[in-house]
């Protein structure tokens, strides 16, 4: 499981286990973007453990390449979120993530659940809306080519979470459940966070009205059991 504290501005990506706490503190616009960055970097990993860990338990060969898939693009979601915050003179810090070794199928079906059907399927909702509202044209122009991505990795979070439900026995599959059930009420909580202006302004970040209906519309999609 994901140990790191999100950043309260920033509710989403895909936060491998072992993530080291956040460093990329401040309410300017640079450093709300360096600490996307530095997660967006997470989930490269992220994805590339998921690779792995679908492997070992012999999950679809077609599941590990939409992984590694996942991977690269997210690769390319660092590198531009990373050049948005170096304009505004923030500094990035990289994402450091502790050995985990192998997991159980169950491990990888809960962080999937919590960090894929709940944190990613918000977070796409959130580069849909920053890529559709944010003012400034380059951040605006950057979260409409990330967020058709994260819809990838939102799906690819609910057929994960099928493909594992499978083959988890009922306590297991209901240990899961409860797991995506306490992230989405954290999330419930979460969403009621106030925004700096600038974030929502230039920044397109949903203010909490539209953080809300952000968070009601995940009702229909891969959270939904
Ligand atoms: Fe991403
Ligand atoms: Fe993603």
């Known amino acids: 499981m994901a140990t790191a504290k999100c950043s309260w501005w920033y509710i989403c990506g895909r936060r491998p286990a072992g993530l080291r706490e956040g460093v990329n503190r401040g309410d300017t616009l640079g450093d709300a973007l360096a600490e996307c960055a530095r997660l967006e970097q997470a989930s490269i990993l992220s994805f590339r453990q998921l690779a792995n860990d679908l492997r070992a338990h012999g999950a679809p060969k077609k599941l590990v390449r939409r992984a590694l898939r996942a991977a690269r693009q997210e690769a390319r979601h660092a590198r531009t979120v990373a050049s948005l915050a170096r304009r505004r003179g923030a500094r990035v810090t990289r994402a450091v993530v502790a050995e985990?070794?192998?997991?159980?199928?169950?491990?990888?079906?809960?962080?999937?659940?919590?960090?894929?059907?709940?944190?990613?399927?918000?977070?796409?909702?959130?580069?849909?809306?920053?890529g559709t509202h944010a003012r400034d044209p380059q951040v605006r122009a950057a979260y409409a080519s990330i967020a058709p991505d994260e819809l990838e990795h939102a799906i690819l979070a609910r057929d994960v979470d099928t493909w594992a439900r499978s083959k988890l026995g009922s306590s297991?599959?209901?240990?899961?459940?409860?797991?995506?059930?306490?992230?989405?009420?954290?999330?419930?909580?979460?969403?009621?966070?106030?925004?700096?202006?600038?974030?929502?302004?230039?920044?397109?970040?949903?203010?909490?009205?539209?953080?809300?209906?952000?968070?009601?519309?995940?009702?229909?999609?891969?959270?939904?059991?």
């Open 100 to 130: 985990t070794g192998s997991r159980s199928l169950e491990a990888i079906a809960t962080e999937n659940a919590v960090e894929g059907c709940v944190g990613e399927t918000y977070g796409m909702l959130v580069a849909a809306w920053q």
């Open 172 to 225: 297991a599959r209901g240990r899961v459940q409860r797991a995506k059930a306490t992230a989405l009420t954290r999330l419930a909580v979460r969403v009621h966070s106030r925004v700096p202006r600038e974030l929502v302004e230039q920044g397109g970040m949903p203010n909490v009205e539209a953080s809300v209906a952000l968070y009601e519309l995940m009702a229909p999609l891969p959270t939904r059991r």
